[in-house]
């Protein structure tokens, strides 16, 4: 596996979660929407999406 595909499987696997959180449970669905409106609670979200990557691609990559 080249880590071009393994990129994509990640992001693959990130958007999976996120819709299967959504579907499981409806009140995330609802502070989503709530997020996009109230702008001070849509940066927490913003930034819980970057630290998650962060996590993912950071600390997954190579050790020197």
Do not use: D, H, Q, S
């Not at 994509?8 to 997020?35: D, H, N, Q, S, Y």
């Not at 930034?47 to 950071?58: K, T």
């Amino acid at each position: 596996m080249n880590p071009r595909f393994l990129a994509g499987l990640k992001i693959l696997v990130v958007l999976l979660v996120v819709v299967t959180l959504v579907l499981a449970f409806p009140a995330a669905l609802r502070f989503v929407e709530m997020a996009a409106l109230e702008l001070r609670y849509f940066w927490w979200l913003v930034f819980l999406v970057a630290l998650a990557a962060w996590l993912i691609w950071g600390l997954g990559g190579k050790k020197k």
